[in-house]
């Protein structure tokens, strides 16, 4: 089945470390974005790559960062410079008008 | 800068109810206006709009756009406990090929 695959589905990080989240998709879509969603404020875009090797900063780039390697991964950065990390992160990718979803990574901090 | 807003923040209604969700935006350069429920995790896709007027169903969910007010509504007929979700709406700009910028959600809880 075609789909995107995030992973962790929880993690959990200490003040000051590094975290990598993983998405994967194998669904031949040329984009892929990472949201940031928190209560009562919806989706906030951090991330976006319309192609292999290419990437913009989205809104709430500070403290985050992409890579774009291979055309069916997307993988997140949560720095330490990124000062409020606990959300939830979504993943998703694009060919044309839609949207197809991960099923996010609830990050916390400790 | 564009912006979504969707209203109201959260609902709370009894199974059989009638609700209509607001969403207004201001873009540069209309694209489209998807919605999205979202009841656990991964949002799913529920009507793409990109002409005014046209009404798009799908069993008891229907949804318009209207371009010269700068809107659009869902609504949901017959409400049942599985429609408790938050309902997301999202909008994209020409510019800015498929990027899509999201309102804050409205969350909808149906009561037995």
């Known amino acids: 089945d075609g789909g995107i695959t995030q992973s962790p589905k929880y993690l959990f990080r200490k003040e000051g470390q590094n975290v990598t989240l993983s998405c994967e998709q194998n669904l031949n879509h040329d984009a892929m974005y990472w949201y940031r969603q928190d209560p009562g404020q919806g989706l906030r875009l951090i991330y976006y790559?319309?192609?292999?090797?290419?990437?913009q900063k989205g809104d709430i780039a500070e403290g985050y960062s992409v890579s774009r390697e291979k055309k069916e991964s997307f993988p997140l950065t949560v720095t330490s410079a990124q000062k409020n990390p606990t959300a939830f992160y979504l993943c998703a990718s694009s060919m044309g008008f839609g949207y197809t979803f991960g099923s996010g990574t609830r990050l916390t901090v400790v | 800068e564009d912006k979504v807003v969707q209203s109201p923040l959260s609902l709370v209604v009894h199974e059989g109810d009638t609700v209509t969700l607001n969403c207004s935006y201001e873009?540069?350069?209309?694209?489209?206006l998807l919605w999205y429920k979202q009841e656990k995790k991964a949002p799913t896709f529920l009507f793409m709009l990109t002409s005014s007027g046209i009404e798009k169903k799908s069993g008891r969910l229907s949804s318009i756009l209207d371009k010269k007010e700068l809107f659009s509504i869902l609504n949901i007929t017959a409400t049942q406990t599985g429609d408790s979700a938050i309902y997301l709406c999202a909008v994209g700009n020409m510019e800015y090929g498929n990027k899509l910028v999201f309102g804050a959600g409205t969350i909808l809880r149906v009561k037995s």
């Open positions: 790559s319309q192609i292999v090797n290419d990437f």
């Open positions: 873009v540069t350069n209309f694209r489209s």
